[in-house]
């Protein structure tokens, strides 16, 4: 069993997912920019992003449902790109599932082995059905499961052929947020039982850091980032990605002197810290950053007791404008001369009882929790607003 | 005051019922008459219960021929417009080429013109072209009106089938001609068997178009056109009571079937 998750050792492996300067165009419209992408094998991997970002255009080139305009797909040493998808190492889990409606799930499950000229199959597709928990289900038709084991089947069909890789566009997108949650863990057991390389189409941020150990988030037919959850979430290098998994404060500032703890930069009339290794935007004297804290990073403590707050935080003032107790937090949003809607989320440890909207608060945070933004870039990119738009 | 509230209650069911007897009485008509003993040639007033013609069906000299050539032309017409539209069907929904359009227009066209005057033009052509009037021009003309209730019977079905489907049988490793035999052909097949169960029946039926082009070849409904100029006999209603009769029998066992599919699914 390859359980695998070192990337950096992972080149050495011959299973790899190689995609090399792959695109795709339909007329004048790029689906996908010219794309290089290596997934590890046995690695769960997740492509995120948006409706129409190309994260699903390129899970298709990869099964060989849709076909390149340029670049090479590459399985292992296997140049594949030429391959007809009925030739590929590779399954797919269809949005929506495509189950066959003729056929009962036996036959659904079997229809891989079948195809390969497998005689017997009865032992392998009873066993497949254990995997997924449908033994009792064999000689049911596809209409007559609940959404969540019709999402099985699904599974076990493309599983049962041990594919090279597994696809999975938007497998969840279909089921109730209490099943999305409890499918998630039954895929990544199933993951981590087979060993078998996993690539995960989602637009659901959270489902893409609960199960991938890398995601690549795609915006308008490109990445914009690669890296581990923790990673694209602690040191976002875009504000798509920044805004996109969990949301981001952004203060526009401007660089002022470089100091022992990183680049001291000027924002209003006060001073922000930022280590040098969380910065990548250019550090030229007087140049422009966009500086991000997460929302959770940060402390509020009332005005009258700004001198309590320890030396060496970052810190701005501020008046709330608004606050959700939400349980577990209560969410404030402060005005600030700096900032207009600055996000705090506060644990709801021991709540001060002045803390109501209209009343005087300064807003700490430690320096190595904040990042900083090439400051050309748009700030909402990535917000659920722009997305309405 | 009670009988009409009953009356209000049970309503749909009554109306039903009505409508029913409306579209069966002929049937009965025709099967009562199936044991008649007419007094002159026709057989149009009841005389005595006899069950002469059910024991010699084929007594009346060209009936069972006539049928022959109706059942004949009828499985080949249904044969070859169900292949035949099926292809069309698929091609008109799933390519996109230059007179797309213009054909899914053009093949309403036979449903929509008078009976009469397709007869009359089939026959000028027919004549122009030198082709000799008989069997073939009969299936010839058939398969091209049936052809238009295939494809729309078949295309509405091939039109909700999900493109994915096929895609996930070639993703399983079947290649073109085993994804159209397992997967496509299966799921479009209940509207491929309503077209060809269509094509048939109005095959079988046809009147006009058949008379006008088929020289000296008589079919059943000819058969009985000719006879009711001279007298009725009373196979006729033996013939058309054993072709409901089998047509019910052919209704009642499909729903068994599916009655028993769906036991086994509970």
């Known amino acids: 069993m390859k359980t695998t998750k070192d990337t950096t050792t992972a080149a050495a492996h011959g299973g790899d997912v190689r995609l090399s300067g792959i695109s795709k165009t339909y007329g004048s419209f790029t689906a996908v920019h010219p794309l290089d992408l290596t997934v590890p094998e046995g690695s769960f991997f997740a492509l995120l992003g948006a409706s129409g970002c190309g994260k699903t255009t390129t899970l298709r080139m990869i099964a060989g449902l849709e076909e390149p305009s340029a670049g090479t797909v590459h399985l292992g040493d296997q140049d594949v790109t030429a391959l007809p998808p009925y030739k590929r190492p590779v399954n797919t889990v269809f949005q929506s599932y495509a189950l066959f409606p003729h056929l009962d799930i036996f036959e659904n499950v079997a229809f891989g082995l079948r195809r390969r000229g497998i005689k017997s199959v009865k032992k392998q597709v009873d066993e497949m059905l254990d995997l997924v928990q449908l033994g009792e289900q064999a000689r049911k038709k596809p209409h007559q499961l609940s959404g969540g084991q019709q999402q099985r089947v699904a599974v076990a069909r493309a599983l049962i052929n041990h594919p090279k890789v597994l696809l999975l566009d938007e497998p969840l997108g279909a089921l109730d947020l209490k099943l999305r949650r409890q499918m998630q863990l039954e895929l990544k057991r199933i993951q981590t039982e087979v060993g078998i390389t996993f690539v995960h189409v989602t637009h659901d941020q959270e489902e893409a850091m609960t199960m991938a150990d890398q995601v690549a988030v795609m915006n308008a037919g490109r990445v914009e980032q690669l890296g581990s959850p923790a990673d694209l979430y602690e040191n976002p290098r875009t504000t798509f990605v920044a805004n996109f998994l969990g949301s981001s404060n952004f203060i526009e500032a401007e660089i002022d002197s470089r100091g022992g703890d990183g680049l001291v930069l000027k924002a209003g009339g006060g001073k922000l810290v930022l280590p040098e290794a969380r910065n990548s935007a250019s550090t030229t004297t007087g140049g422009k950053v966009l500086v991000g804290v997460r929302p959770e990073k940060i402390s509020v403590t009332h005005a009258d007791e700004a001198g309590e707050i320890p030396e060496g935080r970052n810190r701005i003032t501020g008046r709330i404008a608004d606050s959700s107790f939400i349980g577990v937090s209560t969410q404030y949003v402060v005005d600030s001369p700096v900032c207009p809607e600055f996000e705090v989320y506060a644990q709801n440890i021991a709540r001060d009882p002045r803390l109501v909207p209209g009343a005087e608060v300064v807003l700490h945070w430690n320096p190595a929790h904040t990042f900083g933004l090439d400051a050309t870039q748009d700030i909402d990119a990535g917000t659920e607003e722009e997305a309405a738009v | ?266």
């Open chain 2, 1 to 266: 005051m009670a009988v009409v509230n009953w009356l209000k209650r049970h309503f749909v069911v009554i109306a039903g019922l009505v409508t029913l007897a409306y579209l069966l009485l002929p049937n009965v008509v025709v099967t009562v008459f199936s044991f008649n003993r007419p007094k002159g040639r026709f057989n149009y007033e009841w005389q005595e219960f006899s069950t002469d013609a059910w024991r010699d069906p084929c007594g009346v000299s060209g009936l069972c021929g006539s049928l022959s050539v109706s059942l004949q032309i009828a499985l080949w017409a249904t044969l070859g417009a169900t292949l035949l539209g099926t292809l069309i069907a698929f091609a008109l929904v799933r390519y996109r080429f230059r007179a797309r359009g213009a054909i899914n227009s053009l093949i309403f066209l036979p449903m929509a013109m008078p009976e009469v005057v397709m007869a009359a033009s089939l026959l000028t052509l027919f004549l122009n072209m030198g082709a000799q009037l008989g069997f073939w021009t009969i299936l010839i003309a058939h398969i091209m009106f049936c052809l238009s209730f295939v494809v729309t019977a078949v295309k509405a079905r091939v039109m909700s089938m999900d493109p994915r489907l096929e895609q996930a049988a070639q993703d399983l490793y079947a290649g073109p001609v085993q994804t159209f035999l397992r997967v496509t052909l299966p799921i479009a097949a209940p509207g491929i068997a309503a077209g060809a169960l269509l094509a048939f029946a109005l095959s079988f039926d046809d009147f006009i178009i058949t008379n006008f082009n088929a020289g000296s070849t008589v079919t059943f409904p000819m058969f009985v056109w000719g006879s009711a100029q001279r007298g009725t006999p009373v196979q006729i209603n033996v013939i058309g009571t054993a072709m409901f009769v089998i047509a019910v029998l052919f209704v009642l066992a499909s729903m068994a079937v599916g009655n028993r599919r769906k036991k086994q699914k509970a």
